[in-house]
């Protein structure tokens, strides 16, 4: 867990930093610069790209992280060739999604013409869009592979963000005149970040390009087409599953782009509480490949519980610091966001069931019962889509944000029961209980500060209060030791520095 903990934290500043700008962007300049249904097109465009570009990988990304074990044992890399294998067979399915398009566009601009018909006018830009995610998210596998996954989420999370704010800025300042040309820059700014982690991974030296068909491809091509299609599936549905929200508001809401951009503000600020997975998932990863392969059980044991437990308690901090401040951004944004604080309480709860039982998706993908990853994942997608669809049409963004917490509890449990009858293994211990009910004990406690009528500063009051004790009672009960020896190191640096 250490190489682990300190991947994470690095990875973890720079997505916070990432998410800093993207905040401003989300929650300032998108509503400020732009109509709600401007900002809902930037948003349902890179939600429509995320779903072709699962289709056009074609599942080589987990044959990448799986397999590469195997190939750097068994064969120098020099005669290695599941590198340019991998990124062929993306480019061939980009091809072919390329001719497939004029039968595509109609069928999109059919479901959302109507509420949505903005989408009519740019939807040709999803196209590069697919491509540069392709690309991108391959390069990215393999930096993991190297140990770079620190320089690949400062990519993904901080420099395209960046990137994205910049643009806005342009616009702003009207060295951006056109709203047609500001789509077309924004659609292609995946091609900076795959320049730079391309000439990253190209300097590693650690992968050679031959168009040789090695004795290892051969003898693991039935394995890696069965893995990789089931993957493939399971990613796709991965991928639905949480791009289908806003997807079905665009399509059947009444407020279409417009409940599409409020909706986006709710996820954004309770995806906050998916930083320390997005950190974690890339260093932990590698760890779990490893202990399949090596059948360390008592390691992947270690993992599942650590992991689970820490996610848990980070992200009932951040969630406590966003409900805290919620009345903060109602009072910026203004009445016509006033169902933002229920949905983020709706929404962040189905977040911490998620995180709080840890890389279930990992240790199942990576192990010989992957098949199951597949099938909780269509049944995930398939009931998350019903529950959405329905309830959004009968109750609008609330009954949204119901349907996808009660699919993600169904999902889960699911996982849950699987893996420890099957593998015997499971997250939890007490610490898990602990952590709920000093979050809540805080949290409760919080409210009974006043201060004035002062809105930030009663509001700021509130959340050093409760930061502080919540983290303090976590330290001072040791319920995760990677947190608190985090604690102490920090620590122990800013002594010894003084």
């Given at each position: 867990?250490?190489?682990?903990?300190?991947?994470?934290?690095?990875?973890?500043?720079?997505?916070?930093?990432?998410?800093?700008?993207?905040?401003?962007?989300?929650?300032?300049?998108?509503?400020?610069?732009?109509?709600?249904?401007?900002?809902?097109?930037?948003?349902?465009?890179?939600?429509?790209?995320?779903?072709?570009?699962?289709?056009?990988?074609?599942?080589?990304?987990?044959?990448?992280?799986?397999?590469?074990?195997?190939?750097?044992?068994?064969?120098?890399?020099?005669?290695?060739?599941?590198?340019?294998?991998?990124?062929?067979?993306?480019?061939?399915?980009?091809?072919?999604?390329?001719?497939?398009?004029p039968v595509l566009y109609p069928i999109?601009?059919?479901?959302?013409?109507?509420?949505?018909?903005?989408?009519?006018?740019?939807?040709?830009?999803?196209?590069?869009?697919?491509?540069?995610?392709?690309?991108?998210?391959?390069?990215?596998?393999?930096?993991?592979?190297?140990?770079?996954?620190?320089?690949?989420?400062?990519?993904?999370?901080?420099?395209?963000?960046?990137?994205?704010?910049?643009?806005?800025?342009?616009?702003?300042?009207?060295?951006?005149?056109?709203?047609?040309?500001?789509?077309?820059?924004?659609?292609?700014?995946?091609?900076?970040?795959?320049?730079?982690?391309?000439?990253?991974?190209?300097?590693?030296?650690?992968?050679?390009?031959?168009?040789?068909?090695?004795?290892?491809?051969?003898?693991?091509?039935?394995?890696?087409?069965?893995?990789?299609?089931?993957?493939?599936?399971?990613?796709?549905?991965?991928?639905?599953?949480?791009?289908?929200?806003?997807?079905?508001?665009?399509?059947?809401?009444?407020?279409?782009?417009?409940?599409?951009?409020?909706?986006?503000?709710?996820?954004?600020?309770?995806?906050?509480?998916?930083?320390?997975?997005?950190?974690?998932?890339?260093?932990?990863?590698?760890?779990?490949?490893?202990?399949?392969?090596?059948?360390?059980?008592?390691?992947?044991?270690?993992?599942?519980?650590?992991?689970?437990?820490?996610?848990?308690?980070?992200?009932?901090?951040?969630?406590?610091?966003?409900?805290?401040?919620?009345?903060?951004?109602?009072?910026?944004?203004?009445?016509?966001?006033?169902?933002?604080?229920?949905?983020?309480?709706?929404?962040?709860?189905?977040?911490?069931?998620?995180?709080?039982?840890?890389?279930?998706?990992?240790?199942?993908?990576?192990?010989?019962?992957?098949?199951?990853?597949?099938?909780?994942?269509?049944?995930?997608?398939?009931?998350?889509?019903?529950?959405?669809?329905?309830?959004?049409?009968?109750?609008?963004?609330?009954?949204?944000?119901?349907?996808?917490?009660?699919?993600?509890?169904?999902?889960?449990?699911?996982?849950?029961?699987?893996?420890?009858?099957?593998?015997?293994?499971?997250?939890?211990?007490?610490?898990?209980?602990?952590?709920?009910?000093?979050?809540?004990?805080?949290?409760?406690?919080?409210?009974?500060?006043?201060?004035?009528?002062?809105?930030?500063?009663?509001?700021?009051?509130?959340?050093?209060?409760?930061?502080?004790?919540?983290?303090?009672?976590?330290?001072?009960?040791?319920?995760?030791?990677?947190?608190?020896?985090?604690?102490?190191?920090?620590?122990?640096?800013?002594f010894h520095r003084k």
């Amino acid at each position: 867990m250490a190489t682990i903990r300190k991947q994470s934290i690095y990875s973890s500043i720079y997505i916070y930093a990432g998410f800093v700008f993207g905040a401003i962007n989300v929650l300032y300049f998108f509503p400020k610069f732009f109509t709600p249904e401007q900002f809902g097109l930037t948003r349902i465009l890179m939600d429509i790209a995320l779903i072709f570009s699962t289709l056009c990988t074609a599942g080589m990304i987990p044959i990448a992280i799986k397999f590469s074990p195997f190939y750097n044992y068994h064969l120098p890399k020099e005669k290695s060739d599941l590198f340019a294998l991998t990124f062929l067979i993306a480019i061939a399915t980009c091809i072919v999604f390329y001719f497939l398009l004029p039968v595509l566009y109609p069928i999109i601009i059919r479901k959302f013409g109507f509420r949505s018909p903005l989408l009519i006018d740019y939807v040709e830009w999803i196209y590069p869009m697919v491509v540069g995610l392709v690309i991108f998210s391959l390069l990215e596998a393999y930096a993991w592979l190297i140990s770079k996954n620190v320089a690949s989420n400062f990519l993904r999370e901080f420099l395209y963000r960046l990137l994205v704010t910049t643009l806005i800025l342009m616009w702003s300042w009207k060295v951006i005149k056109s709203f047609d040309l500001f789509i077309g820059v924004y659609a292609l700014l995946y091609l900076v970040l795959i320049i730079m982690l391309g000439w990253i991974v190209y300097r590693s030296n650690a992968f050679s390009i031959t168009l040789t068909r090695s004795k290892l491809t051969r003898k693991y091509a039935p394995m890696m087409l069965k893995f990789g299609s089931a993957y493939f599936l399971s990613a796709l549905l991965n991928i639905l599953a949480k791009t289908n929200d806003t997807l079905i508001i665009a399509s059947q809401s009444s407020g279409g782009l417009k409940d599409a951009a409020i909706f986006t503000i709710a996820t954004y600020l309770i995806t906050l509480m998916d930083v320390p997975q997005r950190s974690m998932v890339s260093s932990a990863t590698i760890q779990i490949a490893h202990a399949w392969r090596s059948k360390d059980m008592p390691k992947l044991d270690r993992l599942y519980k650590k992991t689970a437990l820490t996610l848990l308690i980070i992200a009932l901090g951040i969630m406590g610091v966003i409900i805290i401040n919620a009345p903060i951004i109602l009072e910026y944004l203004g009445d016509v966001y006033a169902g933002l604080p229920l949905l983020m309480l709706i929404l962040g709860t189905g977040k911490l069931i998620e995180l709080g039982t840890g890389m279930n998706a990992q240790i199942l993908q990576l192990s010989k019962h992957w098949r199951i990853d597949l099938f909780t994942n269509i049944f995930f997608v398939c009931i998350s889509i019903l529950l959405n669809y329905f309830m959004t049409k009968k109750y609008g963004l609330i009954g949204t944000a119901y349907g996808s917490v009660i699919a993600i509890l169904l999902f889960n449990t699911i996982r849950f029961i699987y893996i420890k009858k099957f593998i015997k293994l499971q997250p939890f211990t007490m610490s898990h209980l602990y952590a709920i009910c000093l979050a809540l004990a805080w949290g409760g406690l919080s409210n009974f500060i006043s201060f004035g009528d002062n809105l930030i500063i009663y509001q700021t009051l509130k959340t050093i209060f409760f930061i502080s004790g919540f983290t303090s009672s976590v330290i001072i009960m040791n319920l995760s030791q990677d947190i608190t020896d985090l604690y102490f190191q920090i620590k122990n640096k800013v002594f010894h520095r003084k």
